[in-house]
């Protein structure tokens, strides 16, 4: 398997024979063919330039995805299922039900998701809608609680309630809290459980229709450590695979079958490399090479 640094080298051997940036493409899809060829089922790749730029209005979960769907699903023979590669650091959830209901439409749920790396958030959620996750020693989920202007949902509810308990039993602590929840205006709170109530329903009926079928205790672990944020004390934070496995989640370890590690990786470093040497922020991308891609300043199809 050629490691991070090796494929870095590939690339740029490719590059002086070709003497552009294509040569980044070539690899990255010459690692994604492979991919297809040793699974025979269908690949696209959602990638998101986070790690490298991170101030990128582009780089979440968004209704602006679909179309990139909708490009990279065109033309596959559907009936060999669909392995999604993804690394996300998440986004909007309205965008995320979407983007599940319209490949649940194209594979019939036939879907596995592959995370070489991080899949967090809005990412877990699309993971849980699969039939089987597969991770590696390095990947990680995250947790799935739903975050508002940057802050934690359940949080801000348990900081609503703990005012309210503590000036009904110290009125002198009013004026403290005043300042405290005045940041938050009158539809907030409602929305905060709104969104709590909507990202739980949502992955419960995805785990028990596919991954989870006929396994409520399965179903009601998972939610009970994913969606708590008093459990998981941050929205980063990074959940193992030995975490999933435990929890009854299907989980495949990539490390038990090298041909396919070696595949998986090799597509992750290249699409790392991709990120770090061109203004792409976001991938999707399938075996064909056909690929929609945002860059930090426009959008190219």
Not at 9 to 24: A, H, T, V, W
Not at 68 to 94: C, E, S, W
């Amino acid at each position: 398997m050629p490691n991070f640094n090796e494929v870095l080298l590939e690339i740029k051997n490719q590059q002086k024979k070709s003497k552009d940036l294509n040569s980044i493409d070539i690899i990255r899809r010459k690692y994604l063919r492979k991919l297809f060829s040793i699974t025979k089922r269908n690949v696209i790749a959602y990638y998101s330039g986070w790690l490298q730029n991170a101030n990128s209005p582009n780089i979440e979960v968004n209704d602006k995805d679909k179309m990139g769907f909708m490009l990279t699903v065109n033309q596959l023979d559907r009936l060999k299922g669909l392995d999604l590669i993804l690394h996300t650091p998440g986004g909007d959830i309205a965008a995320t039900e979407s983007l599940v209901d319209y490949l649940y439409s194209i594979f019939d749920k036939n879907i596995r998701v592959i995370v070489p790396q991080i899949s967090m958030s809005a990412g877990t959620m699309i993971a849980f809608s699969a039939k089987q996750i597969i991770m590696g020693r390095q990947s990680n989920l995250g947790p799935i609680d739903p975050q508002m202007g940057g802050l934690a949902c359940q949080a801000v509810l348990d900081e609503f309630e703990q005012a309210k308990a503590d000036i009904k039993a110290n009125p002198e602590a009013t004026p403290l809290w005043q300042v405290i929840i005045s940041k938050y205006h009158p539809t907030f709170l409602g929305a905060c459980k709104q969104a709590i109530d909507w990202s739980e329903i949502m992955v419960t009926k995805w785990l028990k229709e596919n991954m989870l079928k006929d396994k409520k205790s399965a179903v009601k672990k998972v939610m009970q450590t994913f969606s708590d944020h008093k459990k998981q004390k941050s929205h980063s934070r990074h959940i193992s695979k030995e975490t999933c496995e435990s929890l009854g989640l299907n989980i495949f370890t990539l490390e038990s079958d090298q041909e396919l590690q070696d595949a998986v990786l090799s597509v992750h470093h290249a699409f790392m490399h991709t990120f770090s040497y061109t203004d792409a922020v976001k991938i999707i991308e399938n075996h064909n090479g056909i690929a929609y891609v945002e860059h930090f300043a426009t959008v190219n199809n």
